[in-house]
């Protein structure tokens, strides 16, 4: 009964308009990809590692887990053609050494490395007890459907939306074959794997998420990260 964060970290972060990977990037002389591999490392009930990586960047990213001490490390794994052909190349892999029924699997981007012991734990209790568990969040903006980019004449209502977070979990049987299904019917670019299983017609779950949980796409995400590992809890905040 193992639970395996799968780390997806095969984007070349063109938005991000720096010369390296942005998951490679340094911040306070740490990359990115160490925050967010520390977080799997130190949860307890996650038992491996594996991470989807660009080629050529292998081997960087293992000295960086020996150096920095992610002993969960198992595997690295290159990336696809896009998103979806990156988590396969991952799960198949991860499926030639855990394919226990009760085995799970955490796909988690790189660029999320503030994900919270508390939503990595929430992950597993859902899936555990649903068979899968998306990260969700409120959404609390006003929310406009344009057709143009530019103007609208229509609102959606927020009180029935969610925005999507990662890990998104899944036993991994299930979603080896969901892929395979996906493959099948010609479903070979879904933007998430929560997007991949209502493409094939499957039931979702939700499960905590935060914030904090900040994907870091630009530049000012960089600066936004770098605030949050300044700052300190404020006592009188009730939570």
Known sequence: MANIALIIAGGVGARMNQDIPKQFLNVFDKPIIVYTMEA???HPSIDS???VCLDGWHDVLRAYAKQFG???????????????????????DIYERF??????????????????QDVISDNIRVCRAHGNAITVVP?????LKTFDSLSSEEQ???DNLKITQTPQSFFIKDIVTAHKEA?????????????????????LFMSM??????????????????????SKDEGWLKR
């Open 70 to 92: 992610i002993t969960k490390l198992d595997s690295v794994v290159s990336g696809g053609q896009n998103g979806q052909d990156s988590i396969r190349n991952g799960l198949y």
């Open 99 to 116: 394919s226990s029924d009760d085995d799970i699997v955490l796909i988690h981007d790189a660029i999320r490395p503030m994900v919270s």
């Open 40 to 42: 799997f490392q130190k």
């Open 139 to 143: 959404c609390t903006a006003a929310m």
């Open 209 to 230: 998420g935060s914030e904090k949980n900040l994907k870091l796409t630009s530049v000012e995400d960089i600066e936004i990260f770098k605030a949050l590992l300044m």
């Open 183 to 203: 493959l099948s019917r010609g479903i070979t670019n879904s933007v998430a794997s929560c997007t991949m299983y209502i493409e094939l017609g499957k039931k």
């Open 49 to 51: 590692i594996t991470v």
């Open 156 to 158: 959606v209502p927020r």
